[in-house]
């Protein structure tokens, strides 16, 4: 079974980047923070999962492949994650791992 966040990641990485337009109304963003929040255990947790879903959709067109392997590896790893030092930890090492 696919989860619905791995879905839409999945769909980030593989859209155009004209399809990730800038501006408000785009139901892809609207779907990643529908899918991301939900599940969110705090108001840090769920700023980062807001901020990781305005870069992939909002700002897509203007990252690099390893910032947008980082905003998906926020996305795959902080949605469930209750304290604050946890939500850090996992930051750092979606850093780590895509060289930020």
Known sequence: M???ASLLLSTALATPL???A???DN???DQCI???LGNSQSTFAARVISDSCNALYRNGALLL???KSYH???LQNVQTVRGAFAV???LRACRRQNQM
């Open 34 to 36: 529908l899918g991301s």
């Open 72 to 74: 998906v590896c926020v």
């Open 18 to 20: 004209s399809a990730l």
């Open 88 to 90: 850090q930890q996992i």
């Open 22 to 24: 800038l501006g408000t």
């Open 27 to 29: 139901p892809d963003y």
């Open 65 to 67: 492949p390893r910032e």
């Open 2 to 4: 696919i989860k619905p």
